[in-house]
């Protein structure tokens, strides 16, 4: 497999393609189903791409297909190069390979956030949503089956640098939706940095990066029942999300204040592109519960409140906080923001940014949402900016 066949494709025209085949009914949803098997260059890609994925626990994730494990060194099933039998899809004709992620630590009650487990959720979600961006470079159909499994069919891929059809202008620079920057670079080139500078991130970098990581795209969704279809023709977003729900909000935390991400006007009904004001100065008023109310015992400094409760912490100029909303569980809600985070590092790579991923506690979900007044409950910081040499 030669890397340079996907090397035109820029990560931004990925993030705003989509390439589906929409639940386990099989609807097509951002693509059309291809007529011809997957070949050997299409599946070694997605693997690729699964074996550079930005790791952010030391839990092992192993990559299985049709009971055989695959070789993250070799590229291998088995010591043997991917030579695959496809399983046929249902209610297809289209062969698929099935894609399952195990690992070696049995699986226990998923809450929120605990100390060590979060992080494999939400690695295992960046895991999966690497492979939706390999897709639509690839040209390869991806559906989800309960978290675990994936199966990849042959599609022609939705590539559009058009946005959504319903759009108003927000208070953000139009995000970028083609780019020149080569998804394959950014993918090979993403690493964890240690420290960063004081220059702050512009607005542009930093709607770019919202944009990734929630940002509504010309695609339209397919909302799911058990027992049958509920909506069609929702808005669709830069991630996927169980049944289009989309339970994943992004807050910014800067010296001016904490923001959070609208991609959506609500008085207008159409998508945008805005920064909502949650609070504006660096100074909070910290409070502590006691005796069945909340009080204000002292003051502080954000970015140094945000320090005192995630120790590992880095200093950055710019943090951005991947939180859920609550309409989905704990499972789902995870996996939903290791897809984000994926997209915020891969496009803070893209614009020549640092960034990296800091998954939080239970305790430390507790104290951040409570000292920083947010609705919706934390589950990873991102701190952003430019790398110290």
């Known amino acids: 497999m030669t890397l340079e066949t996907y090397a035109n494709v820029s990560l931004e025209l990925a993030l705003n393609s989509r390439v589906s085949t929409g639940g386990w009914k099989g609807i097509e949803r951002g693509g059309k189903l291809g007529n011809q098997p997957l070949t050997l ?38 010591g043997k190069k991917i030579l695959l039998e496809p399983i046929q899809y249902p209610s297809t004709k289209h062969p698929s390979i099935r894609l399952q992620w195990s690992t070696e630590k049995k699986l226990r009650k998923v809450a929120f956030s605990t100390d060590n487990e979060n992080a494999y959720w939400v690695e295992r979600g960046m895991g999966q949503e690497m492979v939706h961006i390999a897709g639509a470079i690839a040209q390869v159909g991806v559906n989800m089956i309960g978290g675990m499994y994936v199966d990849l069919v042959p599609m022609v891929p939705y590539f559009t640098q058009s946005p959504p059809e319903k759009y108003r202008r ?91 991400y609208l991609n959506w006007d609500e008085e207008k009904d159409v998508a ?35 320090q005192k409760i995630v120790s590992k912490i880095s200093k950055a100029p710019t943090y951005i906080v991947v939180a859920s909303n609550g309409k989905l569980g704990p499972y789902l809600s995870l996996m939903e923001a290791g897809y984000s985070a994926l997209h915020i590092v891969l496009q803070a790579q893209a614009l020549h940014l640092a960034s990296n991923i800091q998954v939080i506690s239970q305790i430390q979900m507790t104290k951040i949402k409570g000292t920083l007044g947010l609705n919706d409950s934390p589950i990873v910081i991102i701190p952003v900016g430019f790398k110290r040499n």
């Open 41 to 78: 260059d299409q599946v070694e890609f997605v693997f690729w791409c699964l074996q550079h994925t930005p790791h952010i626990s030391k839990e092992p994730i192993v990559i299985e297909c049709g009971g055989k494990r695959f070789d993250n060194e070799t590229r291998s099933l088995n």
């Open 170 to 260: 927000g208070n953000l620079p139009d995000p970028i939706r083609d780019g020149k920057n080569s998804a394959v670079d950014c993918i090979n080139k993403w690493k964890n940095p240690e420290t960063f500078t004081e220059e702050k991130v512009s607005r542009a970098q930093l709607g770019q990066l919202l944009w990734a990581g929630i940002g509504c795209t010309p695609h339209k969704t397919v909302r799911y029942h058990r027992y049958g279809t509920l909506a069609i023709g929702g808005q669709g977003k830069t991630i996927p999300s169980a049944s289009a729900t989309y339970t994943t909000t992004l807050y910014i935390i800067e010296e001016e204040g904490i923001f959070k």
């Open 272 to 306: 945008t592109h805005s920064l909502g004001i949650v609070r504006t100065g660096n100074i909070l008023k910290i409070g502590e519960y006691r005796d069945g109310g909340w009080i204000y015992t002292r003051t502080g400094e954000l970015s140094k409140e945000i």
